[in-house]
């Protein structure tokens, strides 16, 4: 199976979780001519910057390490140059120049540098903006989902995470489940 169908197949099984932009991108068959992939690249600051911003959507808790323990910071910009088309690049690697910016602008720090706090108020602004025309993709919708999808599919995401039996016994569609159990990943 190749990495673009068991992308596929995991988008289907996380259908309700990720947005319709990203399921829709995993699941057209994009061919993607090898003079038009990677027309964007990210910089090992880029990487860093991404694992952040993936940390703040998902945290580490007492539970499960979160999305920058899951190596996310390099996950997300090989999605985005692997899976993407030219044109969502462009927009992917826009919408992160801009956040950038909107940084310098209000704080006069890279997003990097920022505290905890002012880097919820900038996802927040985002995430706002995103909300506004939901049908064009944005940075905040393509890297959101690619962190619930990179973190839901990583080794801490289904083992740490979510229940996991690594030989799982017969189907029990009845199995009882407990109140603040974890989700089943198996």
């Known amino acids: 199976m190749d990495r673009r169908r068991a992308i596929k197949n995991l988008a289907l099984v996380l259908g309700g979780v990720i947005s319709a932009t990203t399921v829709g991108i995993l699941i057209k068959d994009y061919v993607i001519p090898d003079n038009e992939n990677s027309k964007v690249s990210f ?26 323990a899951a190596g996310l910071g390099a996950f997300i910009p090989m999605m ?15 919408g992160m120049k801009a956040m950038e910016e909107k940084c310098q602008k209000e704080y006069s720090k890279n997003f990097i540098s920022l505290s905890p706090e002012e880097r919820v108020k900038i996802m927040e602004h985002l995430r706002t903006e995103s909300l506004v025309d939901v049908k064009k993709p944005s940075f905040f919708i393509i890297a959101r989902d690619l962190t619930i999808l990179g973190y839901f599919s990583s080794e801490i995401g289904c083992t740490q995470a979510r229940e996991y039996i690594a030989v799982p016994g017969r189907y029990d569609g009845s199995a009882d489940y407990k109140p603040g159990q974890k989700a089943w990943a198996t």
Do not use: M, W
Not at 43 to 68: H, N, Q, R, V
Not at 80 to 94: G, H, K, R, V, W
């Open 43 to 68: 910089s090992p600051t880029d990487e860093a910057l991404l694992a952040e911003f993936a940390d703040i959507i998902i945290p580490t808790t007492k539970a499960a390490p979160g999305a920058k």
């Open 80 to 94: 985005i140059n692997e899976c993407y088309p030219a044109d969502l690049q462009q927009t992917f690697a826009s």
